[in-house]
């Protein structure tokens, strides 16, 4: 193997139950980058949703970035903390104990931290307190409803012809079933809109006004935010424009971007999407950070 | 539980040693053998939890990643049958040195089942038996379920018909090149192509248990096949078995313990 990276186990935390893989470049932080810190989507272990997470930790790794990618307590490889601080705070904590781990490492104190779904929301809160994140790349995050994605998600539905041929063979009865059309007996169980709803059930949004002041509050102190939606937002954000119209009331100082791929489901299943996500990420850094 | 780094070759894999209670009986050793793909991600909660239980009657434990899955090195798309089976066999040898132990079981789930067969065809030291969970008998078969498995999961994730994402995508190819978010490489297509365990020619191990929710032809065919080939088949049937196999069941932290404890006290009695 030859490349110009390795790989190596660290475990760290007050009880050493932590459990993470740090990616070690060695052309360390050449673009001048702080390490990147990347958290479990929902409970998927440390690899993350189909292996991203260790796809972007290679990508940042081939661009010089160090990156460690870990297990809250409970997930994964650690076992439950012994505390009883609760699931927020623990994360919380866990988080503050992989930027210690990464200072030991990487002999920074600085870092990104990159999250999706339960992830995202980990992220921004630590963000918010923690003052040794710099920069956030928050993977749909809490989302609010505007009138325009709204408008847009109706219009969308109403215009696949295949919806509506769905419905006139309910009405009609019988019908091509699903297995029928792709002419397989598909015997995995699988219901992945049941899935991402489930993903969902603990993620009650703070009101707009809360999460507003928290992202402000973030790039007030000169803190980068990256938010992408995907269509697990329909109805709530199509376009960026709708996203600063719902957080008018504050300023971001353009050290917020948000994109939106509408093509692009939850977890990035596809790998079209996928390929879409490891560019922007290191690029996004890149970006920002050659510049400071 | 041991996180560590050991190579195959020029492969550098990821393992987790799970180090033996003390017991007054030591069962053999035992490595665990994954699955493919989004498999692998809903499996791991459960294979940490088997290899602590199985830890905790006796027996030294080994988790791995495959080369080009989980957190070993390899890129998705470098992952394929035969590396699998390459990897088995070095995670064997790795975990003898690391017990101590003379004798290992592998426990094979769905395609892990059917790379620990393949392994076991040629002559392994040391190798007590096979466990099979769920296994892959058949490589186009599996290739077929997993091509429309990924159209039926972009349809649900997007909330859109079936139709509308085969007018996108096309109808599954019998050689898909993705399934819900891993990339399925030519290399695993030729290899997966050849996949047929009621063919093998050699007796994999002395003995062969398996556990599976229901008993299809072709696992009675494979039944057969093993026997005919010398081995001790014991085939258990877990008609209960909670379904584990989806991101839901993975997000619910479905275990499918009576199917977990019929490992665990198979591995305890192991001749």
């Known amino acids: ?292 | 539980m041991t996180s560590f780094h050991f190579n195959d070759g020029t492969q550098q894999l990821f393992g987790v040693y799970h180090a033996a209670e003390p017991a007054e009986k030591r069962p053999p050793a035992v490595l665990l053998c994954n699955p493919f793909g989004e498999e692998a991600l809903r499996a791991h909660r459960i294979f940490r939890i088997l290899a602590e239980r199985l830890a905790r009657a006796g027996a030294h434990v080994l988790r791995f990643d495959y080369y080009g899955a989980g957190d070993s090195l390899g890129a998705c798309g470098e992952l394929r049958l035969s590396g699998m089976a390459q990897n088995i066999r070095a995670a064997h040898l790795e975990l003898l040195e690391m017990s101590g132990a003379s004798r290992a079981v592998w426990v094979g789930l769905r395609l892990g089942a059917a790379a620990a067969v393949l392994a076991s065809e040629e002559r392994v030291r040391g190798l007590a038996g096979l466990y099979l969970w769920e296994p892959v008998i058949n490589g186009p078969a599996f290739l077929a379920e997993a091509g429309a498995l990924h159209i039926r999961h972009i349809a649900s994730v997007f909330d859109q018909p079936v139709e509308t994402v085969l007018r996108r995508l096309g109808p599954p190819p019998a050689a898909p090149s993705e399934s819900v978010g891993f990339e399925i490489s030519d290399d695993m297509h030729a290899d997966l192509n050849a996949l047929d365990l009621t063919c093998i020619d050699q007796r994999p191990a002395r003995s062969v248990k398996a556990i599976t929710e229901e008993r299809t032809e072709e696992m009675a065919g494979l039944a057969a096949h093993l026997e005919a080939l010398g081995a001790q088949v014991d085939w258990r049937l877990d008609e209960e078995q909670v379904s584990w196999n989806s991101d839901k069941a993975m997000n619910e932290f479905i275990m499918p313990n009576k199917s977990v404890n019929a490992i665990v006290a198979a591995i305890g009695d192991w001749r």
């Not at chain 1, 769905?166 to 009609?172: E, G, H, N, S, T």
């Not at chain 1, 993903?199 to 973030?218: H, N, Y």
Request: hydrophobic share 40%.
């Open chain 1, 1 to 292: 193997m030859n490349a110009p990276w390795r790989e190596r186990v660290v475990t760290f935390g007050d009880a050493g139950h932590l459990a993470g893989i740090l990616s070690l470049s060695d052309e360390a932080r050449a673009n001048g980058a702080p390490p990147v810190l990347m958290l479990n989507a929902g409970v998927v272990h440390r690899v993350g949703a189909h292996r991203l997470n260790v796809k972007i930790a290679r990508r940042l790794a081939a661009e010089g970035i160090v990156s460690l990618r870990f297990d809250l307590s409970g997930l994964g490889d650690s076992p439950p903390a012994r505390t009883a601080v609760g699931y927020e705070q623990q994360s919380i904590d866990d988080i503050g104990a992989a930027m210690d781990c990464l200072k030991q490492e990487a002999g920074v104190d600085e870092a990104i931290i990159v999250g999706m779904c339960s992830g995202a929301d980990n992220a921004y809160r630590t963000a918010v307190v923690d003052e040794r994140i710099g920069g956030a790349v928050l993977l749909d995050p809490y989302a609010y409803e505007s009138v325009g994605a709204k408008i847009d998600y109706m219009a969308d539905r109403a215009a696949n012809p295949d919806r509506w041929m769905q419905k006139l063979k309910k009405v009609a009865g019988g019908g091509e079933t699903e297995e029928a059309a792709l002419d397989i007996d598909l015997t995995l169980d699988i219901d992945a809109e049941d899935d991402e709803r489930a993903l969902d059930v603990e993620r009650a949004p703070p009101p707009v006004a809360e999460f507003g002041g928290d992202l402000q509050k973030i790039t007030d102190r000169g803190g980068k935010i990256l938010i992408r939606y995907t269509s697990y937002v329909q109805g709530k954000v199509s376009k960026p424009a709708q996203f600063f119209k719902t957080f008018s009331d504050f300023d971001f100082s353009d050290r917020l971007s948000v994109d939106v791929s509408p093509h692009v489901d939850h977890t990035y299943t596809e790998l079209t999407a996928q390929e879409e996500l490891l560019a922007r990420i290191p690029s996004w850094i890149i970006e920002n950070w050659s510049k400071a």
